[in-house]
């Protein structure tokens, strides 16, 4: 897994690329943890060259949510179908939003 971000507006990009496993999902918790920490709100995962997640990796998504506290958002773009599959058998878009292109989603994150 290679995580990469940055800024636009006051939105924090996160870009995934591989798997976010059980090898690698404590990386990518600490990685969405230091940016809530350091006072990003509002975090848009682009999962488009995301081939994978197990249920640890879904796991890490909701730690750092409730680290949010309700003070922000974390939503996904760009999910593959089967990856989108998975997520809706156990709802995960009730707790995410979860939109089809960054550009919708940097249009409804504002």
């Not at 918790?29 to 197990?54: A, F, N, P, R, V």
């Not at 996904?76 to 995960?92: A, G, K, P, R, T």
Request: aromatic share 10%.
């Amino acid at each position: 897994m290679h995580i990469t971000t940055n800024k636009e507006k006051n939105i924090r990009i996160i870009s995934v690329d591989g798997k976010i496993d059980s090898f690698t999902s404590k990386d990518f918790q600490d990685s969405l943890i230091t940016h809530i920490l350091d006072g990003e709100y509002t975090i848009l995962i682009d999962c488009s060259k995301l081939d994978y997640i197990s249920s640890s990796g879904i796991r890490a998504f909701y730690y750092a949510l409730r680290e949010l506290n309700s003070n922000g958002v974390i939503a996904l773009c760009s999910v593959n179908d089967d990856i989108l599959h998975i997520l809706e058998l156990v709802d995960f878009h009730s707790d995410f939003p979860i939109f089809n292109t960054i550009d919708e989603a940097m249009g409804e994150l504002k």
